[in-house]
């Protein structure tokens, strides 16, 4: 068996970022037709953007903040213009800021964490689903994080976001699934991408790692491939940690 995506248009936001362009480049390798936003990394977009097209694949950029309505309704209607309607959303954007006590995190971050992570996913799912539940058939793919389980100190506005994230996921999957759609979630550990390959990691996460490895974009961005693909058909509703079982859900 192998991951075969050919004749789908896939989505994903926030595709200029690193791990964005590694689950970009995969479903294009898979054969998807891929789009994918950014905001301000142009120059990025732009290079990832004639790599595939040089490739042969068929690759969209699309300039939109995932936060806004409007942009996302013209972002809908370039992408079905030019590639056709995704039948692939990977919700990936996010707004980053530093992370500190809830006492010190100014309420600002909280509201930008619902905007990216809840809000986007809103919006994405009312511009992008109607066409998937006309044709029986379509992936939506949140990107979380293993931080949702761990509730450390400084992670309270960040992890505020993806929790309501994860409960609006949940419930959109019961409402689609009698259309044939599936959502779900793919939640990262300490990913190694692009940058942190040249930088310092600290140990002491790893040391509770049950892999003993660290994780990386090729490992998201495989998960991805494979909620994507009809080998998870009958998968809905899950939230994956992929992070070595870092952080393991036990009953």
Known sequence: MKIDLTGKTALVTGGSGELGRVMVRTLAH?????????????????????????????????????????????????????????AIVVTNAVIQYAWTSV???????????????VLQNVLMAKAFLPAMI????????????????????????????????????RVLAREVGPHGITVNQVAPG??????????????????????????????????????ASDLAAYITGLYLPVCGGNSMPTV
């Not at 006492?103 to 619902?114: H, N, R, T, W």
């Not at 049950?210 to 090729?218: E, I, M, S």
Request: net charge positive; charged share 25%; hydrophobic share 35%.
């Open 30 to 86: 898979c054969g998807a037709a891929v789009a994918f936003t950014y905001l301000n990394a142009r120059e990025k977009a732009q290079s990832l953007l004639a790599e595939l097209r040089g490739g042969g694949h068929k690759a969209l950029a699309v300039r939109a903040d995932i936060t806004q309505g409007t942009q996302i309704e013209a972002l809908r209607q370039q992408v079905a213009g030019e590639l056709g309607d995704p």
């Open 103 to 117: 006492l010190d995190q100014a309420p600002e971050d909280y509201e930008s964490q619902f905007r990216s992570c």
């Open 134 to 169: 006309r044709k029986r058939w379509g992936r939506v793919i949140g990107i979380n994080t293993e931080c949702l389980m761990q509730c450390w100190p400084n992670q309270s506005a960040y992890i505020s976001g993806k929790g309501g994230m994860d409960r609006l996921l």
């Open 190 to 227: 300490w990913t190694v991408s692009e940058t942190r390959r040249a930088e310092g990691r600290p140990t002491s996460y790893l040391n509770a790692v049950p892999l003993r490895r660290w994780g990386t974009d090729q490992d998201i961005a495989n998960a991805v491939a494979f909620l």
